[in-house]
């Protein structure tokens, strides 16, 4: 299993400001990954953070907004840039497990409220 | 490209009773995984159950078991003995085996145990 920590755990931000999510893992991964979870809604998968690559963003998402770091293979950063009112989610940081199973962790979420 | 629907955004049981949350996903591929997290009001996602497609046999861990009809493209979840912390946001995800491994997410169900 993989424990994972997210900072901060939640924030109240204004509009047009940015702000820098970061995701700790208690051992080293390969793939990580990041998502938004929109009030009341599911997860939808941002993009995905690989050590030493770019990341890779999904349909709708793109890196001038959402721009991403993978400085080692432990931490990774996600930034909402330039943030309006419907940048208010939670934003959960993950990570795949080895084995047979492949399953995801996940960290707590960062609960972002934009005003 | 897969989906997963979960018809029941909200449902509701007694203590110490049984619910069965329901899944359908689609896909054409013939080898996957399946997984039922839940997410409680603190936000953490903890995985519930896994199973893989080419199991026949239902996963089972303690109260928590499944329903895997591969034909039926369709993944229940059963939870007996129903307890006051198993009142959370249950998701069914499911993922490819090989290549373009990222999870896809139902919409989810509010399960609430009443006591």
């Known amino acids: 299993s993989a424990v994972i920590s997210q900072k901060p755990s939640r924030d109240i931000c204004q509009r047009g400001t940015s702000l820098t999510i970061q995701c700790q893992v208690d051992?080293?991964?390969?793939?990580m990954f990041w998502y938004r979870q929109q009030p009341g809604q599911s997860l939808t998968l941002i993009a995905t953070?690989?050590?030493?690559?770019?990341?890779?963003?999904e349909s709708g998402f793109v890196i001038d907004k959402f721009p991403i770091s993978r400085p080692n293979l432990t931490f990774s950063t996600l930034t909402v840039s330039n943030m309006s009112p419907e940048d208010s989610s939670i934003y959960l940081c993950?990570?795949?497990?080895?084995?047979?199973?492949?399953?995801?962790?996940f960290g707590p979420g960062t609960r972002l409220t934009v005003l | 490209a897969q989906t997963v629907t979960q018809s029941q955004p909200e449902m509701s049981v007694q203590e110490a009773e049984t619910v069965t949350l329901s899944c359908t996903y689609d896909?054409?591929?013939?080898?996957?995984?399946l997984f039922w997290y839940k997410q409680p009001p603190s936000r953490q996602m903890i995985l519930v159950i896994r199973?893989?497609?080419?199991?026949?046999q239902n996963a089972t861990e303690n109260r928590f078991s499944v329903n895997f009809q591969k034909a039926a493209k369709s993944f229940s979840l059963k939870i007996s003995d129903s307890q006051l912390g198993d009142t959370a946001m249950y998701f069914c995800?499911?993922?490819?085996?090989?290549?373009?491994?990222?999870?896809?997410f139902g919409p989810g169900t509010r399960l609430s145990v009443l006591p």
């Open positions: 993950s990570t795949r497990g080895a084995g047979a199973y492949n399953e995801q962790f």
């Open positions: 051992s080293q991964v390969t793939m």
């Open positions: 953070a690989n050590q030493g690559s770019e990341a890779t963003y």
């Open positions: 896909t054409s591929e013939n080898n996957y995984y």
């Open positions: 199973q893989e497609a080419y199991k026949q």
């Open positions: 995800a499911f993922m490819k085996q090989a290549g373009g491994q990222n999870f896809v």
